[in-house]
DNA sequence: CTGAAAGCGCTTACAG
DNA sequence: CTGAAAGCGCTTACAG
């Protein structure tokens, strides 16, 4: 070890006080407790000299509570995560609490090992982005009523608080303009369709197409494992433009996908600079606007995302702690339509 | 709370053992200290019967190791940090760390406010992208010979781990292959020109051109403000615009500002996606090469720099921990040239 | 106005 | 092969 620094008790014994009184002190409650003014004064000064850091691991130890709020991601680096984990952070943060993060790589095994672990170092709370349906660890943290908020997906069948976007909703909306500028085969690009997200925005632009009168062809679906995503991508577009060569449009069920397609239009020599070709995106990243000037963009709201989860999670937090009776939550936030004429 | 869960005194009361055997098998160590067969199986088959989960803060107190390692960083969702921050977290727990974040906003007070809660929470070690030229708690750290590597920024004067670019190599390459290419008018957009790392890479470029002959011209020389950079690098921009109408290629000191340059290219009409005007820049994102087909980048070795940060970091601690003197050191990650003729 | 004591859940000499 | 006891650094009734 380095340095193990003072404790209550060294200050205590330095100044001929009981711990007790140290602790008080310090912690804020010298005036509740009637400690004397110069008791506190010499209290201070003492920690100051001894560079004293309270230790917030003894304290937890002792209430219960760690003021750490752990989140699991697919991955940090995905700017989707990145910027809800920085949200998240940024409201946690407010409210006192630290965050723990750790990325799961979309692997259930890691998913639940990190669980596990932010279980044993008592994070109050988790916030989960998780990988597969339903799954042992989470559904052990239900069952315990450990607080916990899922987002970006869950699980329609487990009763857990969980903030989503309106992808139905987005997904239409997006379709809809495309038909509205004209365009009639549209292809859907999506991906891992055993997700109840992607599930909702296909049905948002099947519902869609379906209304306006436009005949729903299979053959215009395209389905992109995420493993390996980059490269499966092409096969998809490739079989695509072979079986409906007068495709008019594309609607991107995520941004990760519109970006590889616009390489793939880019190696194909397929201008999307120009309006020719229609284009529909669920999110997007930075320059996407310069790439592709006339995509419609369901920007997914990050900011709410994370302020949302934050907030759902301590509300269970705080009512669990009151010994109230806690009914998991749904909070729906909205997309940022961006649509261009 | 919800349910505080089984402790080994639970485990050992229902079993009729000691803390001391239940502990030791549950750690591991049944075999070594020779716990029969049989008890272990009871320990362990009541553990999972109570679903016990070890409190890793009860643990850390006592042995006052607490696998954890904190990360602070000015954003959490900047591209390059939150790559950072990935690889960070996949090293630290291939060694069986976890990670606590924190992002300073780049505030020097948030930057403190963290570095102290971090130390009260006890995380083994920190690494840290600083804010600020030195800074209080960031010396407190040192002088207590806190576990605590530096990166992207650090301080000359400070004898503090560092994992560093090789700024000044890299900046020279970029510019010397403009200069190969032909460019004579070539201006540099930098931003907080404090910072050492803007001032390593403003050297190579002052040097590249001065040994190409090439007169370096202070109105070429762009500062940007990091504070609202989007508008003020328009300023900027204009600026040199004016100044020298015939500047023939541009070096971007960090990809943020070849970002907003590209959109300001774009607004005045000047066509990048050819190989006019010249470009350079230091790191890149998503779609920069669709953007900027012609553009040469030296990309941020993000791998090398998480997996140095970690391997100095866990250096330190190991050290410290066998009660050997430490040495701090100096990591520099070479960046990736890739460059366009 | 201040203190002695118990306890949070672990680990680890020490003892048998 | 197993246990009693002390201690990590805090907080918090309880007592005076």
Same mark, same amino acid.
């Given at each position: 070890?380095f340095?193990?620094?003072a @404790?209550l008790?060294?200050?205590?014994e330095?100044? $001929?006080?009981?711990?007790?009184?140290?602790?008080?002190?310090? /912690?804020?409650?010298g005036?509740?407790?009637g400690?004397?003014?110069m008791?506190q004064?010499r209290? &201070?000064q003492?920690?100051?000299?001894?560079?004293?850091?309270?230790?917030l691991? +003894?304290r /937890?130890?002792?209430?219960?509570v @760690?003021?750490t709020?752990g989140l699991i991601l697919?991955?940090? @680096?995905?700017s989707?995560?990145? !910027?809800v984990?920085?949200e998240i952070?940024?409201e946690?943060k407010?409210e006192?609490? @630290?965050l723990m993060?750790?990325?799961?790589?979309?692997?259930i095994e890691?998913?639940n090992?990190m669980?596990r672990l932010?279980? /044993?170092k008592?994070v109050d709370?988790?916030?989960?982005a998780?990988?597969?349906? /339903?799954?042992?660890e989470i559904?052990?943290?239900?069952?315990?009523r *450990?607080?916990?908020?899922?987002?970006?997906?869950?699980f329609p069948?487990? $009763?857990? $608080?969980?903030?989503?976007?309106d992808?139905e909703?987005?997904s239409?909306?997006? %379709?809809? !303009?495309?038909?509205?500028?004209? *365009?009639?085969k549209?292809a859907?690009?999506?991906?891992?369709?055993h997700?109840?997200t992607m599930?909702?925005?296909?049905e948002?632009y099947v519902?869609?197409?379906s209304d306006a009168?436009?005949?729903?062809d299979?053959?215009?679906?395209g389905?992109v494992?995420?493993? $390996?995503?980059k490269?499966?991508?092409?096969?998809?577009?490739?079989?695509?433009?072979?079986?409906?060569?007068? %495709?008019?449009a594309?609607f991107?069920?995520?941004?990760?996908?519109a970006i590889e397609?616009f390489q793939?239009f880019?190696?194909?020599?397929?201008? &999307?600079?120009?309006g020719?070709i229609?284009l529909a995106s669920m999110h997007?990243?930075?320059?996407f606007?310069?790439? +592709?000037?006339?995509i419609?963009i +369901?920007?997914?709201?990050?900011?709410?995302i994370g302020k949302?989860t934050?907030?759902?999670?301590?509300?269970?937090?705080k009512?669990?702690?009151?010994?109230?009776e806690y009914?998991p939550?749904?909070v729906?936030?909205?997309c940022l339509l961006d649509?261009?004429d």
């Amino acid at each position: 070890m380095f340095q193990m620094g003072a @404790s209550l008790k060294d200050i205590a014994e330095r100044l $001929n006080l009981s711990k007790t009184t140290v602790s008080w002190v310090l /912690s804020g409650q010298g005036d509740a407790k009637g400690i004397s003014e110069m008791t506190q004064q010499r209290v &201070i000064q003492c920690a100051q000299e001894l560079s004293y850091h309270p230790n917030l691991l +003894a304290r /937890s130890l002792n209430t219960g509570v @760690s003021k750490t709020i752990g989140l699991i991601l697919p991955s940090i @680096s995905d700017s989707f995560y990145a !910027h809800v984990a920085n949200e998240i952070e940024y409201e946690a943060k407010k409210e006192g609490y @630290s965050l723990m993060i750790a990325s799961s790589n979309a692997e259930i095994e890691r998913e639940n090992a990190m669980i596990r672990l932010f279980r /044993s170092k008592k994070v109050d709370g988790m916030v989960i982005a998780p990988t597969k349906i /339903s799954d042992r660890e989470i559904v052990a943290l239900a069952n315990d009523r *450990y607080p916990l908020v899922l987002f970006d997906r869950y699980f329609p069948d487990l $009763n857990i $608080n969980h903030v989503i976007i309106d992808n139905e909703k987005s997904s239409s909306m997006l %379709v809809r !303009h495309l038909v509205e500028k004209g *365009y009639r085969k549209i292809a859907l690009i999506t991906t891992n369709p055993h997700l109840f997200t992607m599930n909702k925005r296909r049905e948002g632009y099947v519902n869609t197409l379906s209304d306006a009168g436009i005949h729903v062809d299979p053959n215009l679906y395209g389905e992109v494992p995420y493993i $390996n995503y980059k490269e499966n991508i092409k096969t998809t577009l490739d079989r695509i433009f072979e079986t409906v060569p007068d %495709v008019d449009a594309f609607f991107f069920a995520t941004h990760i996908l519109a970006i590889e397609a616009f390489q793939y239009f880019h190696d194909k020599g397929i201008d &999307i600079s120009k309006g020719g070709i229609g284009l529909a995106s669920m999110h997007s990243e930075t320059l996407f606007r310069m790439v +592709a000037p006339y995509i419609d963009i +369901a920007h997914f709201p990050v900011k709410g995302i994370g302020k949302s989860t934050v907030q759902v999670l301590l509300g269970q937090i705080k009512a669990q702690e009151a010994g109230q009776e806690y009914v998991p939550q749904e909070v729906v936030v909205p997309c940022l339509l961006d649509l261009v004429d």
